[in-house]
Every structure is written in structure tokens, then in C-alpha cells.
């Protein structure tokens, strides 16, 4: 009830906050880190890039390439050495110091150039540099195809997305396409990675699931001689697999990639508990423990 309120019902009092800002400040303006109206500016302008037709055709293209070229024949090889594999990458290391330093510190190691935010600083000025540059060849990319073919690309990654979008929207620049192509590889990257590595560990501790979810698959796409091999599945098929949508679910719930959220009130506030929030409080609120209270 208290979260519904904060992150939705009184959305408008309880945004991120300064202190949210401070610690994911090398995220920029993105999406993630913004509030208010260039919170809504984002979103007015991410929102519909994620459901174009030809975006959700390079996602299935992509993924695809990864499986097949890279997972598959990595867990073949594992499973024919008999070898460990450890699933998870490591996260962003800086920003849980963040977390869990005394602020005074890790501003005392930024301005020393020394630890955590070193490393953090010397890595964003080589990806700054990366992408800035790959800003410019997609566009001069562009250029070229603009006036050698009018063949327009079925397939739109979300790079050239947001530079088309660049194109006819004064709010977009190249800084917007920086800040947020930087946030969807830090928000989607290792949540996705903390997920599955969670899943499966799940899932090889309960056979019966594991069993459950191939019979899923099988019932879906009963193995026919033409497609054995299939072990991909398009953006549409997936769709159909409903018990493996409960049982990743199911593993968010046991272990949130993202285990809390943070907010700052503005004005003074009651929840619909009843406590009192003064202005400026932090409101934290734990996702992992809630996935758990049999309350909820
Ligand atoms: C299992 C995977 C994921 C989990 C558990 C997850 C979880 C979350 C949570 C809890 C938030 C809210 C943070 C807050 O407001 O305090 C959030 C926001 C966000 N996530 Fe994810 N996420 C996942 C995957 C992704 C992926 C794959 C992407 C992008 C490619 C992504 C991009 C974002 C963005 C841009 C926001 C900010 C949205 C906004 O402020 O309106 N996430 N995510």
C-alpha cells in the first residue's frame, strides 16, 4: 500500500531525489536518473522506440546470434570438459560503494583519484570516447546510405533509433543519446544477468520445475524432424510459455535483481499507514523483503 503510494498514487511528491542523482550521476540525464518533466520528456520519447516492429526485429536477430553463436556452443563446451561456469558478470562495482560507503569517503577517493571512482572515471572516459565516435560513423553510416540507396533498414537497433530521433527533435542531442544508451546497458545488463543466474540456480535445484518448463516447450513446439535443433525461440513464441514466465517470475520474487528502491519526499506527506513523512526524508523500500512477507 505505502509503495503503490509512493511510486504511484503520490508519484508527483516522492521522486528519485538529489541523493539518487549523486550516486548514479555517471548515468547523466537518462531516463533512469531524471525526474519530473525530463523524467516525462524520456519517456514520452523511449516508451514508443521499444515497440517498434523493426526494434523488436533486431532484439530477436541479436539474441538469437548470441545463443546459437555464443551460449550454446559455450554450455556444450562446459558440459563436454565437465567444467564449473560461474553465470554471473560482475556489476557495477563503483556504484555499490557508493551504497555502502559513508558518503564523505567515496568523495574523499573521487577527489584523491584513487579507488573505486578512479577506475569508474577512467572506464566512463573510454566509453564516452567509444561512443561519441560510434555517434558520428553511425551517423556518417546514414549519410551515406541516404544518397547511395533508398532502402530503408528493417532491422533498427537502438543506437540508430535515437539518432533518427535526433534528427527531428530539438530535445535530443548528443548527450541524451550518451546518457541513455548508457543507461539500458547499466539497467538491463546485469539485472538480466543477476536474474537468469538466479533462475537457474533455481531451477537445478528443483528437478521437477526443470521438467515442467521441457514439457512446456515440447507441448508448445512438439520436436519435429525439421527443427530438432531448435533451442531459440522468436519474440511471439515465448510469449506462449506460460509456466516459464511464472517460474522466472517466481524466481524475481525469491532473489529482485534490484532488491530495493529509494525515494525523497518533497512536501510533507502521511502514507496510507499513517506515518508521517517530513520533506526531504528517504524512503526506502525493500523489494527482496517484500517478495518474501506472507503479509503480501
Ligand atoms: C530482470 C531484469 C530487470 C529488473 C529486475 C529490473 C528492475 C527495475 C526496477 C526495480 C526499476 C525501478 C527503479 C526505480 O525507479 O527505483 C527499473 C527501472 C528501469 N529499468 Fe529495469 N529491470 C530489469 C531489466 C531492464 C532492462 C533489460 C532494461 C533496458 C534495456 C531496463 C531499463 C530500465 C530503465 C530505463 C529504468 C528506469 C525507468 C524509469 O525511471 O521510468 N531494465 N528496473
Known amino acids: 500500500m505505502n509503495v503503490h503510494y509512493i511510486t504511484s498514487k503520490n508519484f508527483s511528491n516522492s521522486p528519485k531525489g538529489p541523493q539518487f542523482h549523486e550516486t548514479f550521476e555517471i548515468l547523466g540525464q537518462g531516463i533512469f536518473t531524471s525526474d519530473s518533466e525530463a523524467w516525462t520528456n524520456s519517456k514520452a520519447l523511449l516508451h514508443p522506440l521499444f515497440k517498434q516492429q523493426s526494434f523488436c526485429l533486431f532484439l530477436e536477430k541479436i539474441v538469437w546470434e548470441k545463443v546459437e553463436g555464443g551460449l550454446l556452443p559455450l554450455l556444450d563446451h562446459v558440459e563436454r570438459k565437465s567444467i564449473e561456469v560461474d553465470l554471473q558478470e560482475e556489476s557495477e562495482d563503483a556504484i555499490f560503494h557508493r551504497y555502502v560507503l559513508p558518503r564523505s569517503l567515496w568523495k574523499l577517493q573521487g577527489w584523491l583519484g584513487i579507488g573505486k571512482e578512479t577506475k569508474m572515471r577512467k572506464g566512463l572516459q573510454i566509453f564516452d570516447l567509444f561512443l561519441y565516435e560510434f555517434i558520428r560513423n553511425k551517423q556518417l553510416q546514414k549519410e551515406a546510405r541516404k544518397y547511395s540507396s533508398a532502402v530503408e533498414e528493417a532491422e533498427l537497433d537502438l543506437l540508430t533509433a535515437f539518432i533518427k530521433e535526433k534528427e527531428k527533435n530539438s530535445k535530443v542531442d548528443d548527450k541524451f543519446v550518451r546518457d541513455n544508451t548508457l543507461t539500458m546497458l547499466a539497467a538491463g545488463k546485469s539485472t538480466i544477468t543477476v536474474g537468469l543466474?538466479?533462475?537457474?540456480?533455481?531451477?537445478?535445484?528443483?528437478?521437477?520445475?526443470?521438467?515442467k518448463i521441457l514439457e512446456e516447450i515440447e507441448d508448445k513446439f512438439p520436436a519435429k524432424e525439421e527443427n530438432t535443433n531448435q533451442m531459440v525461440y522468436g519474440i511471439q513464441q515465448v510469449?506462449?510459455?506460460?509456466?516459464?514466465?511464472?517460474?522466472?517470475?517466481e524466481a524475481l520474487r525469491l532473489f529482485p535483481p534490484v532488491p530495493f528502491g529509494q525515494r525523497q519526499a518533497?512536501?510533507?506527506?502521511?502514507?496510507?499507514?499513517?506515518?508521517?513523512?517530513?520533506?526531504?526524508?528517504?524512503?526506502?523500500?525493500?523489494?527482496?523483503?517484500?517478495?518474501?512477507?506472507?503479509?503480501?
Not at 506515518?275 to 526524508?281: F, G, L, Y
Request: proline share 5%.
Open 239 to 249: 510469449k506462449k510459455f506460460i509456466y516459464l514466465h511464472a517460474a522466472f517470475c
Open 266 to 296: 518533497i512536501d510533507v506527506d502521511t502514507l496510507p499507514s499513517g506515518h508521517r513523512i517530513e520533506p526531504d526524508s528517504m524512503i526506502i523500500y525493500s523489494m527482496y523483503t517484500m517478495g518474501r512477507s506472507k503479509d503480501i
Open 197 to 211: 543466474t538466479w533462475f537457474f540456480w533455481l531451477v537445478a535445484r528443483h528437478p521437477l520445475v526443470e521438467a
